[in-house]
């Protein structure tokens, strides 16, 4: 009885406390209408949310295996892009096959032939790049590179990390305004961020059980 209780238990549904993420508290302050012109955000709880590091393009995701999902984006006039989500699935496996399709993903659409709209010298082609990386139980770091012509070299236009924890997957993704023009500055930004959601998300009922 008390190991069918505990199953119960790990399989049930978790609730995400308001400001548990760590940019939420910045996300839902009060915003003068000068300063919403500048900075702008938004939370979503859509359990049928795609990741926001999404390779291709999914308008929507199956929540079957999920069982609470927040999403906090960024953007200011600058402009600048970046987001912050929490994914917290029915069991360890499903997270993890939630991180293997994502993988997929990125293998099988690698590379785009115009990368509209990004395109800003003419070229456009643009790839994903994946490495694994030290976060939880696993993680990668993701890079979508942008081909630029002028100057002929691969410039990063988005970079972002996925980790699993038990059954939970955190994103966090930023571009180069976010996160500086540096590669290795942005990992390292990336990673720390990633780490402290890491640790923090035990603390939800039998995540990381």
Not at 36 to 60: F, V
Request: hydrophobic share 40%.
């Amino acid at each position: 009885m008390i190991t069918l209780l505990v199953a119960a238990l790990a399989l049930g549904p978790v609730q995400i406390p308001d400001n548990f993420l760590l940019t939420e508290k910045a996300a839902r302050a009060p915003q003068s209408e000068d300063d919403r012109a500048e900075s702008w955000w938004r939370i979503s709880d859509k359990t049928s949310a795609p990741l926001t590091i999404n390779p291709c393009g999914r308008k929507r995701v199956s929540p079957a295996g999920r069982s609470a999902v927040r999403t906090v984006v960024h953007g200011t006039s600058a402009p600048s892009h970046s987001s912050e989500q929490l994914l917290v699935h029915r069991s360890a496996g499903a997270a993890r096959t939630a991180l293997r399709t994502l993988l997929a993903d990125a293998r099988r659409c690698r590379t785009q032939p115009d990368g509209k709209p990004y395109s800003w010298t003419g070229d456009g082609r643009t790839r994903w790049v994946v490495s694994p990386t030290r976060v939880g139980d696993e993680a990668a770091l993701m890079h979508l590179m942008m081909y630029d012509k002028l100057n002929k070299e691969w410039t990063p236009l988005l970079s972002g990390i996925v980790a699993r924890k038990g059954r939970a997957l955190m994103v966090y993704t930023g571009d180069q305004e976010t996160l500086g023009r540096s590669r290795a500055r942005a990992v390292k930004a990336l990673r720390k961020t990633a780490a402290r959601m890491a640790a923090k998300v035990c603390a939800l009922p039998s995540v990381c059980a």
